[in-house]
């Protein structure tokens, strides 16, 4: 059954069809109303690894200048102390994909991701984040002042567009792994599971995460889909040389944002390509907590 409204005319559109365009136009109204500031960020992974209709295959995502409101978010204990309020304060920040359309957190990819908590930081407290570095050759520490605006995402160029689906031959067994990159998601439900079955544990000392995020990157063993195939395949046959290989395949092909800096030490002179660590000063600066008297940690 079709209608023909008066705010499309000419247009013929079956009820499901105009319910769904009233949604899109009152988004895009919402958005387009909306009185505070913004800033339009690209995804590591160019919006290539979602499906071509899907929102974040625009590559971008338009955040907010954080406010009064997402203080609240870092303050609340409650949030904290549950172990979610980077992704409520994150969530919160997120307008839409820089086209109208609004996005669904939970799809993110964790590299995309990544970039979106750097990208709040600094619409929240600037680009400066002062950090104490390790050198890795004598041990030495010493204070540097990180300019967040200047790390770049990694380099990705898939030969496809708009698919998460790969294709890996294991150096030893020579089977052919299909598997895809998690999205945020995914890394929940995996967290769940691993905790799941560390409670199950007869000595509950075990982790389980990298079996369960094995389980949950990986789609196909030569082909075969089924799910207790994957899973004993995991268990049983993923011999530890084809793991690492896997694993340094994974790393070369996920969008990131490359949070690695140049450090050369003041002691010894050694210089190196070091990882920022993330510390609590990263959402928390020093400042911020004084005057909050906030006791926290990044980790949360």
Known sequence: MTKVTDSYPGKELTTEELKKQLV????????????????????????????????????????????AKEEDILTSQNLIQKGVVIDMLLRSLIVGNGEGKRVN??????????????????????????????????????????????????????????ENRFEFVLPLSKKTLTFKILSHSDESKVAETAKRMKKRSLSNQQSYELTSRLKAMIIAVDGEEDRKTIDSFVDNEFISRDSLAFRKELDRITPDVDMKVWFECSECGHEEAITIPLTVEFFWPRVWIQAHSTRTDISA
């Open 105 to 162: 957190y939970d799809d993110l990819i964790l590299g995309d991701k990544n970039a979106v908590m750097v990208a709040a930081r600094i619409l929240g407290y600037g680009a400066e984040y002062p950090v104490e570095l390790t050198c890795p050759a004598c041990g030495a520490k010493s204070k540097e002042n990180i300019n967040l605006a200047e790390l770049e995402n990694k380099v990705v160029d898939y030969e496809f567009k708009n």
């Open 24 to 67: 899109k136009d009152t988004q895009v109204k919402e958005l387009k109303e909306s009185k505070f500031p913004t800033e339009i960020i690209d995804l590591p992974s160019k919006g290539l690894l979602y499906p071509k209709e899907h929102p974040l295959s625009s590559g971008k995502i338009e955040m907010k200048y954080m406010t």
